[in-house]
């Protein structure tokens, strides 16, 4: 930089003022140089920092969620003794379902450990297993009677501080007060992994679970399933109504004070923070309207309400980026003014449309604060089968567990987001693939 | 039949009218669509039109109005002694009324008389209101049928009707937006007009205390609950400004970067990466503050003797500023690629650098759109839900000290209404006061910034 403000200077200035003032202004460039590498570096600088954040964010949750897509589990064998789960031998799906599998997996676990007497103990050791284990003989059981009298090795999650424990997220070094599994677990713990019955496998539960107390028994299924219904409301309602009103908008209506007036709400509607919209669904349709709480359809009309003002904006530059010429040709053949825009313009601008609707319903998807408000925050275990049944959705679910004090809920709460971060780069990405693909410079 | 079996139906039929009403038209022209006025598929339109509009409105308004129709019809069935309840144990008694006659759990042990009646007489409401309607959409959609299909002749201007039709139809939907807007303002100002019937408004603007505990019995302790909003208030702008104190600068540095120094290709990569940031949803960035973020900071102000709370306005206003970055540059970057090349040849030629160009000619000429941008932004922290929820506090603190935990507007909103509420009590009807403020503010800044930005535009064009 330096030999080149010289050279810079050298020929235009040198031959016609004295050596002082030259000497000054040498300085001075050198001086203003710096400045102009001082700016720009800020400039990199900024990106810098927005970039790094970006990646320590991905980094982040990424490396948190992981572990969360294993599970430790254990083998353990099991002797079903007829006598009791069904001592009457009906065999009938009542006292199957009603049977006490509790006591048959305390017993098989207990006699793995003959040396643990006391009761507090044996207490310890029991809640080393995931209180799911019981539900996963039942429905062994209940699906096969016959199994009744046999020896089986049934594959149970251990509990969720055992599986932290197994992922080493639990230190040894830690004071025994303040970690969650004693020392005693820890001696347990390490005596069923010399005797190879540990296992560390797939998590498939938090692919196909609702939610649960017990994180390793919780899974996204059920929100996954909710965000489904919410957002198919939501595309059904916002879609025709959003390129309805832009098709008017743009290309009937008359210039007035009352389509101007349109104009303006629906750009200040853009802007208008999600949390207001929660309190509309609030007040107009929960308490207006009466409409169930938690459900996917209140959430899915309040965030049709929100997306609308989105898909009407790229719907209205979609249709304006179709050249005049289209239009003209087509009513020079006669066609209607509905025609020519039914016919002719809209499947042009189709793609332009198509693809801000997926922005639009991408921004859906990630929105939770209007849904705390109308109550999807609720705890609901069941996976919900239709729009009217309470549901809770991937974000909330994600709030929810991140609210949760279980270690084990925070490998979870990332891999939740990693799962609607896919869900939502999908979108994207099939938003930028239209674009490219079909989208025609005029 | 539930809604989406009659939306389903509806559909069909429909379809149904639609060829019934080109058949019709194809047979009274004698087959041959020339002797029609309109295209064959314009009859049919006519009569899909005058099947589904009138079942398509009687579905959608038996779907608003029947809950709180029966509920009424259901609460003037019961024993007068129940019906004198106060409202939130009558609320709870036709919860448990509708959970019975679904045979679902029932919050009550005692299951009377009553209730038995109530629940027979809800159960068979249901059904009757079931009947009732499929009955209606039938009759509606069958009558509006028969009637297009008579009025159906090679003369009839069906494309000029369906067009009319479709016109009004399209006018309504480009008012939805509007409505909505009346239907936020409306709800707002009407909660809020109830909220100030039990505290004076010059109390929730001006008060310094926010407890909104509303105590069980009047002799408790605060019994009253205090609604002052200034700390609420005070806490929003405390997170704002640390928000816009990192968006601003890097936001608009970035912006210059891109718009004047970066070559194409390095931009092409780098705004769309900027971008991701304004994709992600904000209960990301949330956990993101309360896990990583204010740890750091907390363990950060321990090396430096300082006491940093874990739900510290620092830590909740940074992240949220990393959320707005793209707000502040994309806009920017618009502006400032909108300056007239003219302009900083003008400056070049003088001899300036590109620097000195960009900070004595463009950043001038772009000022209202960049402060435009920075007002959008701003507006977009005040109304931030998620991460302040998540990782800032609850206790309002009316403090300046970013080291400490405050509250904001949006989160005391979510605490107020997340959780059983009731509908008439102070504490709730204070959200949507607060909810009112934020509206408000929110837009003024929005209009003031959209002014500026579209005045800027025209100068230039």
Redesign the interface.
Known sequence: MTDAATTLNGPSGGGFTNRLSDEAVRKNLKR??A??R???T??????A???C??G??FS??VS?ATPAFTQTMINLEITLYPQDIDPEGTRDQATLSGANYRSVIRQAFFDLFPDVTSRRDKRQLYEMISPGAVYIIRDMVMANPNLLGERVTVQMPMSDDIDQLNKGQISKDVPETERRVKDKQIGWYERLENRGMIETVFNTTFFTAGDSREPELAGIWGAAVGSFFTMLVTLLVSF???V??A???EE??PVNKWTQ??EV?????A??????????G???FI??????RSAPVVGGLVLA?MT??TI?IAARSALKSVPPSIREAAFGLGA???QVILHHVMPLAMPGILTGTIIGM??A?????PL??IGM?AFIVDVPQ??LDPATVL??Q??LW??SPERAF?ER??AA?CV??AF?VFM?VSAVFLRKRFERKW | MSFPVLFGVLALLTVLGFFLGRARALSTANGHARNLHSLPNYYGYYIGLWCAAPGFLLLIGWMALETSVMDSMLIANLPASLQGLPKAELSLLLNDVKNLANGDIVSREVIDADLRDAAAFYASLTSSSKLLVTALMVVLTCGGILIARGRIQPALRARNSVERAFMVIMIICSTIAVLTTLGIILSLVFESLRFFQMVHPLDFVFGLEWSPQTALRKDQVGATGLFGAVPLLAGTMLISLIAMCVAAPVGLMAAIYMAEYAPPKVRGTVKPLLEILAGIPTVVYGFFAALTVAPFFRDLGLDFGLTISSESALAAGMVMGIMIIPFVSSLSDDVISAVPQSLREGSYGLGATKSETIKQVILPAALPGIVGSVLLAVSRAIGETMIVVMAAGLSANLTANPFEAVTTVTVQIVTLLVGDQEFDSAKTLAAFALGLILFCVTLVLNIIALTIVNKYREQYD
């Open positions: 203003r140089y400045a102009e001082r700016f720009k800020y400039g990199i600088l900024a990106i920092f927005a970039v954040m970006l320590l964010l982040t949750i948190k025709p109504l959003a309805c009103a098709i008017y908008l009937f209506a007036t349109i709400n629906i750009n200040n509607l802007a208008v923070p999600s949390i207001v919209f929660g309190l509309l609030l007040a107009v308490n207006f309207f009466g409409m169930p309400l609308l003002p009407i209607s003014p509905l991408a921004q998807l990630g929105e939770t604060a705390l408000m925050v239709g729009a974000p909330v994600i709030y991140a609210d925070v709460t990332s987001i609607l971060l939502l994207n």
